[in-house]
């Protein structure tokens, strides 16, 4: 499929998308969830078969009822794939890359997964985004970001500067913000994940 089809697609996306918030549309999260075990062991065969470690220095215990951002910092191509073998509840995922992700195995995956796809140079798409995300978590569903907005590659910075949306998500919806830190190492080929406490926004307010 060439790149000219595949932003026409991305377009329409973006069209459904403003048209599931005008017209209020319920997010359809129950087979996500029921298939989320699949999804995950499917990724624990693939880090397998690539020879990839994963050392979890903490897992936090997450709260219970209430919808959860999973926050991520974004050291390499493969953090989502590795905290999403971590987390065993469904969210739908923050994504830049429609072009690159469509009509490939790992597009598809993210489909089944959930993905919100943004379009980060469109403003619209940018409030869109942020709505529908906020309409995810309102309907007690989680959702995973990388509050960084691009892969932190720089050796003197531990994390690059977070973005305030998680925060005034959280702050709308009630949800807990889970912080998760990704490291590699041993050549890259093992990944070291730390899990920190659920971070609660004070005037946070669940509607969902």
Do not use: C
């Amino acid at each position: 499929m060439d790149s000219r089809k595949k932003r026409q697609q991305f377009e329409q996306y973006k069209q459904k998308k403003q048209k599931i918030l005008l017209q209020d549309s319920y997010i359809p999260m129950k087979i996500r969830k029921i298939i989320r075990p699949l999804l995950r062991g499917m990724l624990r065969v693939s880090r397998k078969m690539q020879g990839y470690e994963i050392e979890i220095l903490k897992r936090t215990e997450l709260p219970q009822g209430k919808p959860l951002i999973f926050a991520v910092s974004h050291i390499a191509k493969l953090d989502f794939e590795i905290v999403s073998e971590i987390i065993k509840e469904q969210y739908y995922v923050l994504a830049a890359d429609f072009v690159h992700m469509k009509g490939t195995f790992s597009g598809f995956f993210l489909w089944m997964n959930g993905v919100i796809y943004i379009d980060v140079l469109d403003k619209q798409d940018r409030k869109n985004s942020r709505n529908f995300m906020a309409k995810v978590l309102k309907q007690g569903g989680n959702i995973m970001l990388f509050p960084e907005g691009d892969w932190n590659l720089s050796p003197n910075e531990l994390i690059y500067d977070i973005q305030l949306g998680t925060v005034d998500m959280a702050m709308e919806t009630g949800a807990s913000i889970i912080p998760i830190s990704v490291e590699i190492y041993d050549e890259q080929k093992k990944f070291v994940v730390n899990m920190g406490d659920a971070i609660e926004i004070d005037g946070g307010k669940n509607d969902a």
